[in-house]
């Protein structure tokens, strides 16, 4: 199969390898082209995963045309602010009907759209899903063993990937509820932005365990509200995410909790992480929705604070236990 990968970062690039080492024909779409020379002649990627050693069948471009040319599958890797304007600069070019998968974790700002349904405004006439679960790019491209989920509407075209997407240590469960598993994976990062903090205040493991839970009731009460499948929280893309970044120093967004938490300011933070934190972003466009929609979000709007209102943490750490005591369980969570 020749799969295009759009976004040699990180993520991207831990792809293209798992896949090429199984033999598919992988091509990262590149956006510098000393990036791409350092992964065709070097075989490395220098930027973002400088000691994994990268596939001869793994090639970079940073043509689209070359890239995309007899594509059979695209998959989108780049961040969550960036991909409209990723799409629609390749709109004439990406072949049509093919399907296109989701690797990106989080939603538009402007819109409050996840990228599925940016890419359904793009590419209308192609099959479009998600992969999401709990994966961290360097472990998956160390060869490590990992399960996540690929959700497409189509059960026959998610089996068919399934099994053609799949390794022996890199295993997809198959799902059709694309809403719910991208709804997870947008909010899964703000709440390890939470977690980071409580760690980096030095709350303790009881207050982690805390945070994780109420975030997935967070992340529950908005999925449902949107037309999620409750199952959906549960499984790898809901509980397992959530937990893998709440807990893992690898996470980006953990990070940027962490040094808040330590009393550093977020541009300092932003300025040396050298890559995308999507819950930095995506907490703008929950905040938002929730105001408008009136959703009671607590952890999400106390993260928004934090980083946006230049909240002391303390003090929304304060808010949240000092809100009305209430039944752990409330509609829409109540069965």
Known sequence: MRITVVGAGSWGTALGKVWAEKGH????????????????????????????????????????GQALT????????????????VAQGVRDILPRKIPLISAIKGLEIATFKTPVEILGEIFPENPRGVLSGPS?????????????????????LARELQEALSTSFFRLY??????????????KNVMAIAAGISDGLELGLN???????????????????????????SGLAGLGDLVLTCTGRLSRNYTVGYR??????????????HQVA???????????????AGLELPITEGVYQVLYEKEDPRNVLRRLLSRPLKAEFEPPLRP
């Open 174 to 187: 198959r799902s059709q509820d694309v809403r719910g598993v991208e709804i997870c994976g947008a909010v």
């Open 136 to 156: 961290f790019a360097l472990e998956v491209a160390r060869g490590l063993p990992t399960a996540v989920v690929l959700a497409f509407e189509e059960e026959s």
């Open 278 to 292: 999507e819950g930095v972003y995506t907490v703008k466009a929950l905040y938002r929705f929730a105001q408008g």
């Open 70 to 85: 007899k594509t059979e599958v695209v998959v989108w890797a780049v961040p969550c602010q960036h991909l409209r304007e």
């Open 207 to 233: 207050a982690r365990a805390a945070l994780i839970t109420r975030g997935l009731a967070e992340m529950m009460r908005l999925g449902l509200t949107r037309g999620a499948e409750p199952f959906t929280f």
């Open 260 to 273: 808040l938490g330590r009393g550093e300011e977020l541009e300092e933070i932003l300025g040396s992480l």
């Open 25 to 64: 024909e992988v091509r990262l779409l590149a956006r510098r082209p000393a990036l791409a020379e350092a992964i065709n002649s070097r075989k490395l990627n220098p930027d973002y995963l400088p000691e994994i050693e990268l596939p001869e069948n793994l090639k970079a471009f940073i043509d689209p």
